[in-house]
C-alpha cells in the first residue's frame, strides 16, 4: 500500500488541488463519506493524541536543557506528542511551489484548455488547509475568504504564505493562487488527524498539509544540529524516512472511509540536506 503520506506524490496531488478542486461541479458525483466511521475516527485520534501527551511529554516541555530549551521556543517546530517508543515526535514547516510549476494556469480561463476554472464554484468546508497557525484573514489576496476554525496561539507567515499559494486572488499577479476565487477552511496542525476526519465526515474535498515529522538530522536556526532518529537503533540512520507509521496509516484510514477527500501531504525541503557531517 502507498501512504497517501508519501512524499513522492506530491506533484501529482498538487496537480489534483489545482484543477479537481478548482471546481465543486467537478466533483458532484464523488462517492459519499462513511460519517459515522469518520465521526469515530476523530473521537479515536483525540484520545490517543491526548494519551501520548503525558508525563514525558510535559517533562520535554518542562525541561531546562539548554538544547530542549531551543526546541520548545523555536517558531519553527513543534513537540506534538511522544510515541510508543518513547520518541519525541515534532511538526515542521515545508513550503510549496508556484501554480505555474504544475499547470494548474493551464486550467484557468484563457488557460488555453478549455476548462476556465477558478474555484469560484467552492463553498465553505470544501477546501481546507493544516498549518503552523493562523491565516491572516485580513490580507488583501484572501480578504473574505478564509474561516479559522480553531483557536491557534498566534498567526503564521508560513500558513498565510500557503493559503497564498493556494487561493490568492492575484491583487499582485505574481501571487495569484491555484484556486483564485476559493474559499478555504483553516486549521492549525494540532490535534490534525482528529480535525480531518471530522472534516471529511462534513464533506471537505480536499486539503494541503504542508508539514511534516522530522527525521533524521534537523538544522536548528541556533545554529545547532539535533538528531531525531533512534540512538537505541542507529546514530547514523534514521529508519524513519519512508516508514509507514501510524501517522500515515491514520491519514490512509480517513481517506479509505472518504473516498471522496484528497489529503495533499509535503514533500519537505530537505533535498540539499546532509547533516553535520563526521564528528
Known sequence: MVSVRSRAVLTACLLVVGVIILSASAIQAAPKPDKAKLNELATYH????????????????????????????????????????????????????????????KV???????????????????????????VRPT??????????????????????????????????AAAKGMSYQANLTCYDYDNDNSEMATAAAGGMKASNHSYTTIVGWYYHSSGEWYWFGNTDISETEDYHFGFYDSEAQAWDQIATEAPHYTIVGSAGNNRNDTGPGEG
Open 108 to 134: 484557468w480561463p484563457d488557460g488555453g484548455y478549455g476548462f476556465s476554472l477558478t474555484g469560484s464554484g467552492t463553498v465553505a468546508g470544501d477546501l481546507g488547509i493544516w498549518d503552523g497557525g493562523s
Open 139 to 172: 490580507h488583501q489576496e484572501v480578504t473574505g475568504r478564509v474561516t479559522q476554525v480553531d483557536s491557534p496561539a498566534g498567526q503564521s507567515d508560513h500558513a498565510t504564505h500557503v493559503a497564498g499559494t493556494m487561493i490568492a486572488s492575484g491583487v499582485v
Open 46 to 105: 483525540a484520545r490517543q493524541l491526548e494519551a501520548h501527551r503525558g508525563a514525558p511529554f510535559r517533562a520535554l516541555l518542562r525541561s531546562q536543557s539548554p538544547a530542549q530549551v531551543a526546541l520548545n521556543k523555536s517558531p519553527e517546530i513543534k513537540l506534538m506528542y511522544v510515541d510508543d517508543r518513547g520518541r519525541p515526535v515534532y511538526y515542521g514547516l515545508d513550503n510549496l511551489t508556484a501554480a505555474a510549476t504544475v499547470s494548474t494556469n
